[in-house]
């Protein structure tokens, strides 16, 4: 019985009694950049540059999305390329380098905790197909590592 708990709770985070799931599943990427003082989010590279799906982590509104620009294209949505942004309870979820047209939410939407919002891609300032994972605090604004702030701890190191 203790394993299982054990097995599940490393699958999905669970932080202050709220359970989050990751946005890209734990088998089919790993972190290519962590949290640092000049990379305030994580990114996360899919195993041979698959455009996998991305997951809302708990059950939020979106209060942003930008689409629309093709692979490597900062015209569009900037730096960050096709986005969608989430607010949870108590942080902000930004979802950067999104496939053109694989978003699957719009603003003003409800999600669901494990809904596929769309499809990790490489828009905007990109060195390839990944998801660049920004955790922003409601109360304080303060940047967070996903790994530890939400308890989203799975993907190995590329």
């Known amino acids: 019985m203790y394993k299982v708990l054990i097995f599940a709770a490393a699958l999905i985070g669970i932080v202050y009694g709220q359970e989050h799931f990751p946005p890209v599943s734990y088998g089919e990427a ?5 949290f640092h003082s000049g990379h305030q989010a994580v990114d996360i590279g899919s195993y041979g540059a698959k ?10 509104t979106v209060i942003g999305v930008c689409n629309g620009a093709g ?4 015209s569009r949505c900037g730096a ?14 930004l979802y950067c380098h999104m496939t053109a047209n694989s978003i699957k939410v719009s603003v003003g939407q409800r999600v669901a905790r494990a809904q596929v919002i769309g499809l990790m891609g490489t828009s905007g300032q990109s060195t390839g197909v990944h998801a660049h994972m920004q955790v922003r605090e409601i109360n304080g604004g ?3 590592d996903i790994r530890t702030r939400l308890g989203l701890n799975g993907w190995r190191t590329c």
């Not at 790993?30 to 962590?34: A, D, E, K, L, R």
């Open 142 to 144: 303060q940047l967070r």
């Open 80 to 93: 960050c390329g096709n986005l969608v942004e989430i607010q949870h309870n108590t942080v902000k979820v």
């Open 30 to 34: 790993c972190v290519t950049q962590g």
């Open 71 to 74: 692979d490597f294209d900062q």
């Open 51 to 60: 455009r996998v799906n991305l997951y809302a982590i708990w059950d939020g």
